[in-house]
């Protein structure tokens, strides 16, 4: 997987590329935690995303958790077979999911 970084401000991007599983929710892990708490609104860029697993889905529940309460988290550009799975487990229901 690849992880794009911008940042503007309080405001981050991630835009992810590639398979989001067990092997690399790790690498998405490491880099919302490397935002720091002085990015209150966070965005993740779904679009070249070519497969998420159920580790990849908890990433995604993580970073929002830690988004909780500083300003704002969501999903852009959200490939169908994405937003598919987050239906079908849910997780779409609490999580801002755009395009």
């Known amino acids: 997987m690849k992880i794009e ?5 309080t405001a981050a991007m991630l835009s992810l590329s590639g398979s989001l599983d067990a092997l690399t929710a790790g690498e998405l892990e490491a880099a919302v935690a490397a935002l ?3 990015v209150t609104d966070l965005v993740l860029d779904l679009e070249k995303l070519e497969y998420v697993s ?3 889905l908890r ?9 909780a ?3 704002s988290f969501s999903l852009v550009r959200v490939p169908a077979f994405v ?3 987050l239906t079908m487990t849910g997780l779409i229901n609490h999580m801002e999911v755009l395009g």
Request: hydrophobic share 30%; proline share 0%.
């Open 69 to 71: 309460g500083k300003g």
């Open 54 to 56: 159920s580790a990849g």
């Open 5 to 9: 970084k911008t940042v503007d401000g």
């Open 59 to 67: 990433q995604f529940a993580l970073a929002q958790r830690r988004m």
């Open 36 to 38: 720091g708490d002085g």
């Open 83 to 85: 937003r598919d799975v």
